[in-house]
């Protein structure tokens, strides 16, 4: 359980039900008000080091964009929502190439018109749409601090039109399991071979944890997909992913191998990432590689196309060993 050293707020979170909330669970807490979640002066101004200790921190906030942007992977729209950062440190996380240090968690209250402008564009569309809840954070992590991803099921679930997916990687998923989720839900856990978890996922649930996370869903109903991501070519990585992948095979129920799909995505990194992870975990593994890294424009890094070829096809041919009958999303 997430428990904040620091609770940063504007004001306009108490014209909110889930901003009083918040402000009681934590009245204990020191606070301080901010005129804008998105510019806090004091948090830029740290140094790269103190980046572990920025993620203790909790920023409440409304949220005042809510462009959809059109995607076309697993869904038709990622969906500004209820939180952005995340108390994770994963070291390559693409929050932190986008917002530098400020890539914590931050929650908004205002829930209940982010969620009626996607029922209502669902319901205006002819097809059923999906859309991407999750992109700027994980809910499930989210959801032990505001209780936001049981709410949004059980008023999302009776529309008569459209589907809400979210990735994650945290096990903490007992409190939707009893939910009436109508088929409408489907969740994305991200998996990478546990000593890749050890040293570059810091914060996270353990691999054996997300697979029985992956199950239970799967028994309650909900339908899932499985991210191999991001893929780190890290120098043993043949063995790793395949053990990784047989791990899979083995210990996912038979019905989550009988339904799941399969999304498979080779980890980008950047200047950003450099230079915090240097100071802020110095101890750590060096996740950029020239050798078989290239620039991929604005300070980002991207592994070689012939390296990235030759990765995706082992890893494909492992997957159709294992996995025959499963459907890879894409590979990208």
């Known amino acids: ?19 009083k909330q918040l402000l009681e669970k934590y009245k204990e807490t020191p606070k301080i008000i901010i005129e804008n979640h998105n510019n806090i002066e004091e948090m830029r101004k740290k ?14 906030g409304v949220r005042k964009t809510h462009k959809f942007v059109e995607n076309h992977k697993t869904s038709d729209y990622l969906v500004p929502y209820t939180s952005s950062g995340c108390t994770a440190m994963c070291m390559y996380c693409y929050l932190v190439c986008n917002y530098n240090k400020c890539a914590y968690l931050r929650l908004f209250v205002n829930r ?10 669902s319901q205006k569309s ?3 749409l999906t859309f991407e809840i999750g992109s700027n954070s994980d809910l499930i992590l989210e959801n032990t601090i505001t209780g936001n991803l049981e709410w949004t ?6 529309t008569n039109k459209g589907k809400l997916t979210l990735p994650t990687k945290f096990d903490m998923v007992d409190s939707i399991l009893p939910l009436n989720h109508n088929g409408k839900i489907v969740i994305r856990m991200s998996v990478n071979p546990e000593e890749i978890i050890n040293k570059v996922e810091f914060g996270t649930s353990r691999l054996k944890g997300r697979i029985q996370a992956i199950n239970k869903l799967a028994e309650a109903g909900y339908k899932v ?11 043993n990585w043949k063995m790793l992913y395949t053990e990784l992948i047989q791990r899979l095979s083995q210990e996912l129920s038979e019905k989550v191998r009988k339904n799941a799909f399969f999304e498979i995505i080779f980890m980008t990194y950047s200047y950003v990432h450099t ?3 240097e100071e802020a975990f110095p101890n750590a593994i060096n996740l950029y590689n020239k050798d078989i890294m290239t620039g991929r424009g604005r300070g980002k890094y991207a592994y070689k196309q012939e390296t990235r070829k030759e990765a995706a096809d082992y890893i494909k041919q492992q997957m159709e060993k294992y996995f025959p009958s ?7």
């Open 1 to 19: 359980m997430f428990n904040p050293e620091k609770i940063y707020y504007e004001k306009d979170i108490v014209d909110y039900q889930l901003g």
């Open 47 to 60: 140094q790269n080091s103190e980046f572990g200790k920025m993620k203790r921190n909790l920023i409440i």
């Open 112 to 121: 209940e018109q982010m969620l009626e402008k996607i029922i209502k564009t």
């Open 126 to 128: 002819e097809k059923e």
């Open 153 to 158: 099921i059980k008023n999302f679930a009776d």
């Open 225 to 235: 997909g499985i991210l191999i991501a991001p893929v780190i070519l890290v120098d």
């Open 275 to 277: 230079k915090i992870n």
């Open 326 to 332: 499963n459907k890879i999303e894409y590979i990208v």
